[in-house]
């Protein structure tokens, strides 16, 4: 069982950055697909962006294009968010997420629904507010 643990959360003020990461509790030899979400109060969690195995691909949700970026540390469990041009809409807890490879899958592939990843981290606040 992997535990994932984010960090990086913090208030900042509408036009600001941040960046969050996440890294596996434990080292490990397995290598996942990485992702991130985030969940407003009294929301459903929403998908934001996704990362390949072999991190050759990226895809995005359509609320952050272009201001988010994902990034992975080469083929160990761990990924970045960087946030860019934060808005207040932007407030909400954010998840990392894990996807243990299976045979089916290619290291190319990026998964977008809370439903194709196996582990999750507890989460990280994010607050964006003047």
């Known amino acids: 069982q992997v535990q994932l643990v984010e960090s990086g959360g913090e208030l900042v003020q509408p036009g600001g950055s941040l960046r969050l990461s996440c890294a596996a509790s434990?080292?490990?030899?397995?290598?996942?697909?990485m992702g991130w979400f985030r969940q407003a109060p009294g929301k459903e969690r929403d998908f934001v962006a996704a990362?390949?195995?072999?991190?050759?691909?990226?895809n995005y949700g359509n609320s952050v294009k272009g201001r988010f970026t994902i990034s992975r540390n080469g083929a160990e469990s761990r990924s970045s968010l960087q946030m860019n041009s934060l808005k207040p809409e932007d407030t909400a807890v954010y998840y990392c997420?894990?996807?243990?490879?299976?045979?089916?899958?290619?290291?190319?592939?990026?998964?977008?629904?809370?439903?194709?990843?196996?582990?999750w981290g507890q989460g990280t606040q994010v607050t964006v507010s003047s």
């Open positions: 434990e080292r490990t030899t397995e290598t996942y697909a």
């Open positions: 990362i390949s195995w072999r991190g050759d691909r990226k």
């Open positions: 997420a894990a996807r243990t490879r299976q045979a089916r899958d290619s290291v190319h592939d990026v998964y977008t629904k809370v439903s194709e990843y196996d582990y």
